[in-house]
């Protein structure tokens, strides 16, 4: 199954970048790249809980409102990382229309 963050986002870590370089990056630069390593980071992490558990990460926006509070009412697992929140959900547990929008989200994605 495809990412929701990209592989290779280890390899654009900014803090190597300001390490070496500590006069040539603009704070705001920094704060917008540094925010982005670690949304992705934690998506990471997540991913990999996720996939111990044999569960997959699904938005939010893939689930209409009251699945939403069909899931938490289960104790689903849900986190939020930025703006975005995500289920913890197991793959058998999922509809057609919501892997139809899972699909979907991650054929939008710029990365996949």
Not at 4 to 16: H, I, N, S
Not at 58 to 79: G, Q
Request: neutral net charge; contains cysteine; aromatic residues 16%.
């Amino acid at each position: 199954m495809a990412k929701l963050y990209p592989t290779d986002y280890q390899e654009k870590d900014p803090r190597k970048y300001l390490f070496n370089n500590p006069d040539r990056m603009h704070p705001t630069v920094l704060s917008k790249s540094l925010s982005n390593y670690l949304h992705y980071y934690l998506l990471d992490l997540m991913e990999s809980a996720a996939e111990h558990e044999e569960y997959i990460l699904v938005p939010f926006s893939c689930f209409t409102w009251r699945r939403i509070r069909a899931l938490k009412d289960m104790n689903y697992f849900s986190f939020k990382v930025g703006q975005e929140s995500y289920f913890m959900v197991n793959p058998l547990d999922l509809k057609q229309l919501e892997r139809i929008k899972l699909e979907s989200y991650l054929n939008e994605l710029k990365w996949n």
